[in-house]
């Protein structure tokens, strides 16, 4: 069965870089059908995607966010992970990351992301 | 702001049924495919509809998923009050070129 866990500092200052990781257990993060993603979601707020990686390194961001953003991936390890620069109160959040499927159809676009892992909290406080 | 908007809330009795729509426009909805997701108090979201109108494995038929034009709608029937929860709608917007959820909406079982 396909899990996914979160890790890294419950609490980061501002100004400087939040970081997490996702351990993928169960399936190979290598596999070429599944592309991998991180969500955020801001206390009592909506959910927001914050980037997408492929095994091979292919990355996309929400271009909101794309010039803090970093998506990174370890095939050796399982693993991929998040690094967003220059963090303030407004990053505050819980994480998620999940597996996402992406297809094309034509013109049209298939995605869907599941499963997701737990969340972390990431407060960001001086 | 999000490009897809939901009603903020529904609420109704159990054993009725709900609708819930989310609304875009020929960027997102219009010309890609929608997902749903559940999210429980206090917990992660939870894949319900892909494709438009797809269950995964083990969504029961109560939950269903359309999509006509630029708005789609999630329909729950036989409410029951484990279907409390938060529900996101989510596509790819294909102008501003990344994935869009939905504002959420609060269904309660009164």
């Known amino acids: 069965q396909l899990q996914l866990q979160e890790s890294g500092p419950g609490l980061v200052k501002p100004s400087e870089t939040l970081s997490l990781t996702c351990t993928v257990s169960?399936?190979?993060?290598?596999?070429?059908?599944?592309?991998w993603g991180w969500i955020r979601q801001p206390p009592e707020k909506g959910l927001e995607w914050i980037g997408t990686?492929?095994?091979?390194?292919?990355?996309y961001y929400n271009p909101s966010l794309k010039s803090r953003v970093t998506v990174s991936i370890d095939t050796s390890k399982n693993q991929f992970s998040l690094k967003l620069t220059s963090v303030t109160a407004a990053d505050t959040a819980v994480y998620y990351c999940?597996?996402?499927?992406?297809?094309?159809?034509?013109?049209?676009?298939?995605?869907?992301?599941?499963?997701w892992g737990e969340g972390t909290l990431v407060t960001v406080s001086s | 702001q999000s490009v897809l908007t939901q009603p903020p809330s529904i609420s109704a009795a159990p054993g009725q049924k709900v609708t819930i729509s989310c609304s875009g426009s020929?960027?997102?909805?219009?010309?890609?495919?929608v997902s749903w997701y559940q999210q429980l108090p206090g917990t992660a979201p939870k894949l319900l509809i892909y494709?438009?109108?797809k269950r995964p494995s083990g969504i029961p038929d109560r939950f269903s998923g359309s999509k006509s034009g630029t708005s789609a709608t999630l329909g729950i029937t036989g409410l029951q009050t484990g279907d409390e929860a938060d529900y996101y709608c989510?596509?790819?917007?294909?102008?501003?070129?990344?994935?869009?959820f939905g504002t959420g909406t609060k269904v309660t079982v009164l």
């Open positions: 999940a597996r996402q499927i992406i297809m094309i159809r034509g013109d049209s676009i298939f995605n869907w992301f599941d499963p």
């Open positions: 169960g399936a190979s993060i290598s596999s070429a059908n599944y592309h």
């Open positions: 990686i492929y095994y091979s390194g292919s990355t």
């Open positions: 020929s960027s997102n909805i219009g010309n890609n495919y």
């Open positions: 494709d438009n109108n």
């Open positions: 989510e596509t790819w917007d294909s102008s501003l070129s990344f994935y869009v």
